[in-house]
């Protein structure tokens, strides 16, 4: 069984990997579309530098770096709770983005 600590870790380097990722909120991306940018940005920056990258834009941009949080949150959230009608993400990939960067 897992902690939610753990979940809350999770969640919180999905979010900032997506922050990271170039996909954008009027993309209107599919679950299956998060996930890849969530692992293409995992792959290219690792969890430390997602992290990074969100720092850098909360200090340079705070005004825009919030609403993209706020977004970045919000679909790993329903990401992570449920698929999209017509998108496709086989319940192991999720597992599979972290398991890299790890």
Excluded: K, N
Aim: with cysteine.
């Amino acid at each position: 069984m897992r902690s939610a600590t753990h979940d809350l870790t999770i969640s919180t380097a999905r979010a900032d990997a997506l922050f990271a990722s170039s996909l954008q909120r009027s993309d209107q991306p599919t679950v299956a579309q998060v996930h890849g940018a969530i692992a293409a940005a995992l792959a290219a920056f690792g969890i430390r530098g997602c992290a990074a990258q969100v720092a850098q834009a909360y200090g340079e941009h705070p005004e825009t770096a919030v609403t993209r949080m706020r977004w970045a949150r919000a679909t790993v959230a329903g990401a992570s709770g449920g698929a999209r009608a017509g998108s496709a993400c086989a319940p192991g990939t999720r597992r599979a983005h972290l398991s890299r960067a790890a």
